[in-house]
Nanobody
Framework: QVQLVESGGGLVQPGGSLRLSCAAS????????MSWYRQASGKERELVAA????????NYADCAKGRFTISRDNAKKTMYLQMNSLLPEDTAVYYC?????????WGQGIQVTVSS
């Protein structure tokens, strides 16, 4: 049974930091590229950052560049998103996704709220 479980979200003040985790099970984690998406209320889901299966290739959306860092630990079957200098516009539900070819799995999402 495939599972992707996000954790680490919550309420943070502007300028603060959060570290999201995505714990995977039920599939060969190190064979899958992983990514973080987010969806703000009333907006479409958007890519935040992506990392290749072995971590050699990383890409960031403009909204994440310079502030967010994606990483993965294949031994722990976990992906991370370190988010610094958070802004109110980073408020969204954050999702992790695993993809290999046509196989694609999503987590259930976790709320991140940036507010004073």
């Amino acid at each position: 049974q495939v599972q992707l479980v996000e954790s680490g979200g919550g309420l943070v003040q502007p300028g603060g930091s959060l570290r999201l985790s995505c714990a995977a099970s039920g599939f060969t984690f190190n064979s899958y590229a992983m990514s973080w998406y987010r969806q703000a209320s009333g907006k479409e889901r958007e890519l935040v950052a992506a990392i290749s299966n072995l971590g050699y290739t990383i890409n960031y959306a403009d909204c994440a560049k310079g502030r967010f860092t994606i990483s993965r630990d294949n031994a722990k079957k976990t992906m991370y998103l370190q988010m610094n200098s958070l802004l109110p516009e980073d408020t969204a539900v954050y999702y992790c996704k695993a993809r290999r070819g046509s196989d694609e799995y999503w987590g259930q999402g976790i709320q991140v709220t940036v507010s004073s």
